[in-house]
């Protein structure tokens, strides 16, 4: 109990707990009055993270809505796509992208692919790049995210990756944190984000050794 009251996630009180809803807010559910802007960061984020992406590369892209959206962008490029996020399926991309899914069990919420099975895929491939989406990143906190399973598949993506490891985060995720713990934030090389994120979080997060860009919206 007294680990989830530092997580946010409860209430303690004399004799139980209660819990709060605010420990059940989607990572990836933008109000409404934010849901054209987040789209649009997301949407510039990947087009710059595609860009990266280079002719012959395998990378690593996790369940982030983000992430996906650089199937959109990955154009004349022979690249291979590994991905635990179920949208990957049916998502429209370049006949020259070769998609693995990891395989695993399927968290319905979020129609990620994840458990054993999906941790055993990632064990047979080394990336050249790894592209995470999150649901909070900090200094102090780390990468975090709203899906316990998801934790073990992120880190296993970055423990995978023989090159750059990137996240992607539009600039509500900066200086958040969410209920579970994927990894330190030293742990990736990069973040790439939009103008307009909390200037002392980045400047945390760039003393920690993470590169970090910010671009234009």
Sequence with gaps: LIMFEKQNLIERFHGGATLLEESLREE?????????????????????????????????????????????????????VVTNNGFAVNYPHDSQVDIIMTGGEIYQRRKSLVGEFALHTLTK?????????????????????????????????LKRCQGKRYVLAATSKIGREHNFHSADVNQVDCLITCIGSKENELVAIKNSGVDVVELHS
């Excluded at 990336?127 to 880190?155: C, H, M, Q, R, Y």
């Design 28 to 80: 990836d559910s933008p109000t409404d009055s934010h849901e054209a802007e987040d789209r649009e960061q997301k949407q510039i984020i990947a087009r710059y993270a595609a860009e990266l992406v280079k002719d012959g590369d395998t990378i690593f892209i996790n369940s982030s809505s983000t992430a996906l959206m650089m199937l959109d962008y990955l154009k004349g490029k022979r690249v291979i």
């Design 125 to 157: 491939i080394i990336a050249d790049k790894a592209f995470i989406g999150v649901g909070g990143i900090s200094a102090a906190g780390g990468i975090t995210t709203s899906v316990l399973p998801e934790t073990a598949v992120n880190e296993t993506m």
